[in-house]
């Protein structure tokens, strides 16, 4: 069964303070590893997703990177409007698991001006 | 806007009514998902269509569950005598064939 493990469960940062979310995961079959961020009552919204060990994407203050048991989300000097839940999830290749995404618990991350 | 829409966004119910909820898709999209949160969690899949067809069911989906998506496109998913622990999150997402799920608004459920 696929696994998805965040750390930490929240963070508080300092407007400017770089830092990094931790995703591991254990899955059969890698088919794509997603990034979404989710504001408090909202949906959750597509960030990155990331295929095999080695990649890295960025938008703006963030960056994630794909290691076999691992994906990275890092933070570059954030602002308040970072602020948010950062949710983590796989994708199996398995036939059986269909298209279906397994989700962390999420990393809620909180900057201070 | 084309981005998934979900309705209604908020339903308050008392314990063992029914209650449906919708989701339509961004247009063209094949591949429609229903997810469900909970406070504190992550989304968890309960079920998925491809085009009409559902091809997969979490064993979270009771039997008082039952989804549709009629001709394809929009779909509906029903809680039959709700319950308590009903009470969540429910999100529905939407795909080009197996690729990203965006997400839409999500329709809060309370059971009282």
């Known amino acids: 069964e696929d696994q998805v493990t965040q750390s930490p469960e929240a963070l508080r940062l300092q407007e400017g303070e770089s830092s990094s979310l931790n995703c591991s995961y254990t899955?059969?079959?890698?088919?794509?590893l997603f990034w979404y961020r989710q504001d408090p009552g909202k949906g959750p919204e597509f960030l990155f997703t990331?295929?095999?060990a080695g990649e890295e994407k960025e938008k703006e203050r963030l960056k994630a990177t794909l290691t076999k048991k691992e994906s990275f989300l890092h933070i570059t000097a954030p602002k308040p409007e970072d602020s948010a839940t950062y949710l983590c999830?796989?994708?199996?290749?398995?036939?059986?698991?269909?298209?279906?995404?397994?989700f962390g618990e999420g990393t809620q991350l909180t900057v201070n001006p | 806007d084309t981005g998934v829409s979900q309705n209604p966004r908020h339903k308050i119910t008392k314990r063992g009514q029914n209650v449906t909820f919708r989701c339509d898709p961004i247009?063209?999209?094949?591949?429609l998902y229903w997810y469900r949160q909970t406070l504190g969690q992550g989304p968890e899949f309960l079920t998925y269509f491809q085009n009409e067809a559902q091809l997969e069911k979490s064993r979270l989906l009771s039997d008082r569950f039952s989804a549709e998506r009629p001709k394809g496109s929009f779909s509906t998913l029903e809680i039959q005598r709700t319950e308590q622990g009903d009470s969540a999150m429910y999100l529905c997402a939407s795909s080009p064939m197996g690729d990203t799920q965006y997400f839409g608004p999500g329709t809060r459920l309370t059971v009282l």
């Open positions: 247009s063209e999209h094949n591949r």
């Open positions: 899955v059969s079959g890698l088919r794509g």
């Open positions: 990331l295929y095999s």
């Open positions: 999830a796989v994708q199996d290749g398995e036939e059986t698991s269909g298209s279906r995404l397994t």
